[in-house]
């Protein structure tokens, strides 16, 4: 049906949920709890997509595999972008891709690579029709 959740490893949970929930105003779902310890977290990213938050040293992950970036469809791209700005965080300027989208960059705080994205009208994900990568 669609991608249910990324789970990422991280070395600090409060910053990551301060990011993920502040910064990018995703809304957190639940906790993970083992004894009295906060481990996890699920944060809500959209219609029954979320990201899933591990402590490192809880869940050891392994590299074999490892997914390059995750993306975040957005309405506005330009309000993201002050936004996350206005929070002290580093974001690239707006790109139009080739596949006709809006696209800028942003790194969470354990330096996974996060992808913002808006589609128009001529995204080639509606529209369809082969492009060539600029990269």
């Given amino acids: ?9 991280t070395h600090d949970l409060e910053a990551s949920e301060n990011f993920y929930c ?11 709890i083992k004894g009295d310890k906060k481990i996890g977290l ?14 490192h040293s809880e ?5 074999p595999g490892a997914i390059t970036h995750f993306c975040l469809e957005l309405t506005s791209m330009d309000v993201a972008i002050a936004h996350v700005l206005a929070k002290g965080v580093e974001i690239t300027n707006k790109k139009y891709g080739v596949d006709d989208t809006w696209q ?32």
Wanted: net charge neutral; hydrophobic share 40%; proline share 4%.
């Fill in 59 to 63: 869940r050891p992950c392994q590299t």
């Fill in 22 to 32: 502040d910064v990018l105003g995703l809304k957190k779902a639940f906790e993970f």
């Fill in 1 to 9: 049906k669609q991608i249910a959740h990324a789970c990422m490893m």
């Fill in 104 to 135: 800028a960059w942003t790194k969470g705080p354990s330096g996974e690579r996060i992808e913002l994205f808006e589609y128009t009208a001529k995204s080639a994900q509606f529209v369809s029709g082969d492009r060539t990568p600029d990269w």
């Fill in 42 to 55: 699920y944060i809500e990213a959209g219609s029954r997509t979320w990201i899933e938050l591990f402590l």
